[in-house]
């Protein structure tokens, strides 16, 4: 039998835009370019400008088109690349905790970063990063009660140890 897909998205290049300082910059670049070619003296020169900001927007498009995350009731599902793909998944009984975290311009952008630290091996030398996703609020609660219902249905619990540095 297979699971239903009840979430697929990838990291947006729009939300990049106008969401990170970086994406900012690009535009304002572009629009520099067009603006000096426009009104200065210097000719066509500016618009090179202008392809560098086009060039940087289109390796971030490409970058996002590169990694899918898909949502199932049982799992995070990973798709990662292009020509040489490879697929990598996260049993939601196993995720330990999904942070989000978003600057000031991420929210207005309505985007976020969702971290997701789990003990499975996929998150093993550090928590899966799903930048600039869009409407992260949503996705990160959907995403928690998906793991409680998943940890519920499996009957797994989580138990957490300290050390306790002061004992012999």
């Not at 990291?11 to 603006?35: E, Q």
């Not at 618009?47 to 995350?69: D, S, Y």
């Not at 990160?140 to 300290?162: C, H, K």
């Given at each position: 039998?297979?699971?239903e897909?009840?979430?697929?998205?990838?990291?947006s290049?729009?939300?990049?835009?106008?969401?990170?300082?970086?994406?900012?910059?690009t535009?304002?670049?572009?629009?520099?370019?067009?603006?000096?070619?426009?009104?200065?003296?210097w000719?066509l020169?500016?618009l090179?400008?202008?392809?560098v900001?086009?060039?940087?927007?289109?390796?971030?498009?490409?970058?996002?088109l590169?990694?899918?995350?898909?949502?199932?009731?049982?799992?995070?599902?990973?798709?990662?690349?292009?020509?040489?793909?490879?697929?990598?998944?996260i049993?939601l009984?196993r995720?330990?905790?999904?942070?989000l975290?978003?600057t000031?311009?991420?929210?207005?952008?309505?985007i976020?970063?969702?971290a997701?630290s789990s003990?499975?091996?996929?998150?093993?030398?550090?928590?899966?990063?799903?930048?600039?996703?869009?409407?992260?609020?949503?996705r990160?609660?959907t995403?928690r009660?998906?793991?409680?219902?998943?940890?519920?249905?499996?009957?797994?619990?989580?138990?957490?140890?300290s050390h306790?540095?002061?004992?012999?």
């Amino acid at each position: 039998m297979t699971e239903e897909t009840l979430d697929r998205f990838r990291s947006s290049t729009l939300g990049w835009l106008r969401g990170t300082m970086a994406g900012l910059g690009t535009i304002l670049l572009g629009l520099a370019g067009i603006v000096a070619a426009l009104v200065g003296h210097w000719g066509l020169y500016p618009l090179i400008a202008t392809g560098v900001a086009l060039l940087v927007v289109l390796v971030k498009w490409i970058q996002n088109l590169a990694a899918t995350f898909e949502v199932t009731e049982e799992r995070l599902i990973i798709h990662r690349g292009i020509i040489f793909k490879s697929l990598d998944e996260i049993e939601l009984y196993r995720v330990k905790d999904v942070r989000l975290d978003f600057t000031l311009l991420n929210q207005w952008a309505n985007i976020g970063t969702m971290a997701v630290s789990s003990s499975d091996e996929t998150t093993r030398d550090g928590d899966l990063l799903l930048p600039h996703v869009v409407d992260a609020r949503t996705r990160r609660e959907t995403l928690r009660r998906l793991v409680d219902t998943a940890r519920q249905r499996r009957v797994v619990g989580e138990i957490d140890m300290s050390h306790d540095h002061g004992a012999l």
